[in-house]
């Protein structure tokens, strides 16, 4: 299977990505969302993710959008500034393509690029080892569990953390 395309999401790319969110909402536990957002919202938060300065990437094959990832501030405190949490969604059908990985990779290196020293997944379910093992792959380690934090499809769920640094991490002072 050729590479995707990697690119920086668009609006025209909002009712695939609502797709592909959805179906994980509906169907998985790597959301903790009961209800899948429709397009109007998606959108909304798209923009809140641009606005504040951080990538929203797509990945397509042949004109197709094939996953989407993002990243977004882990906390909102000032303190926090210099990390982010990331998303990955890759859609059905397309599992184990190398979807995932290429958008993760890319994730990791537009967060160094922009300065950011820390990159946060909050993957969930602690049985979700498709994830744990992608970002495993991308340098990622893990940095603890909430047990039993979420509610969904009538049962308890686990949070997994993982962390990976970016760039120096923290073995230097940030600019700003």
Known sequence: MPAPLLRPSRDDDLPAIAAIYGHWVTHGLASFELDPPDV????????????????????ERNGRVTGYAYASAY????AYRFAVENSVYV????MRGGTGAALLDALVADCTARGFRLMVAVIGDSANTPSIGLHARAGFTR???????????????DSV????????????????
Not at 40 to 59: I, N, S, W
Not at 91 to 94: R, S
Not at 143 to 157: I, S, T
Request: aromatic share 6%; hydrophobic share 45%.
């Open 91 to 94: 859609a059905p059908g397309e």
């Open 75 to 78: 906390r909102t405190r000032p």
């Open 143 to 157: 940095a603890g569990l909430l047990p039993a934090v979420g509610w969904k499809h009538g049962r308890w769920v």
């Open 161 to 176: 953390l993982m962390t990976r640094p970016l760039g120096e991490g923290a073995a230097t002072p940030p600019d700003g």
């Open 40 to 59: 109007a919202e998606m959108a909304r938060r798209r923009a809140a993710v641009l606005a504040a300065g951080y990538p929203y990437l797509v990945a």
